[in-house]
């Protein structure tokens, strides 16, 4: 099992930035990917970036250039760092790791932590 914990959400100007930190814990040996996903009032939760195996980084079109992934293996933590925040970046963020099992692969999620961006 592996037990994510999210930190760093908050309010912000239009404009400022935040950094989301991720925490993993238990069978983390097992993780081989991880990301962030969003979810905003009425809609549906999405990918916003991602970091495989590898250390290959995705993003979603609409931070790309602003939000930067990042993974520090040494404290078992994934980090979101958001600049030039815009108003539509406000949701719930989730942090997501991938974990691969004897019989079965699995997927982990946070609790989520709320961004909220103001003009």
């Not at 079109?61 to 933590?77: C, E, L, M, Q």
Request: net charge positive; hydrophobic share 35%; proline share 2%.
């Amino acid at each position: 099992q592996v037990q994510l914990v999210e930190s760093g959400g908050g309010l912000v100007q239009a404009g400022g930035s935040l950094r989301l930190s991720c925490a993993a814990s238990g069978s983390i040996f097992s993780i081989n990917g991880m990301g962030w996903y969003r979810q905003a009032p009425g809609k549906q939760r999405d990918l916003v970036a991602a970091i495989t195996e590898g250390g290959s980084t995705n993003y979603a079109y609409s931070v790309k250039g602003r939000f930067t992934i990042s993974r520090d293996n040494a404290k078992n933590t994934l980090y979101l760092q958001m600049n030039s925040l815009k108003p539509e970046d406000t949701a719930v963020y989730y942090c997501h790791a991938h974990a691969v099992g004897v019989v079965a692969n699995y997927d982990y999620w946070g609790q989520g932590t709320q961004v909220t961006v103001s003009l």
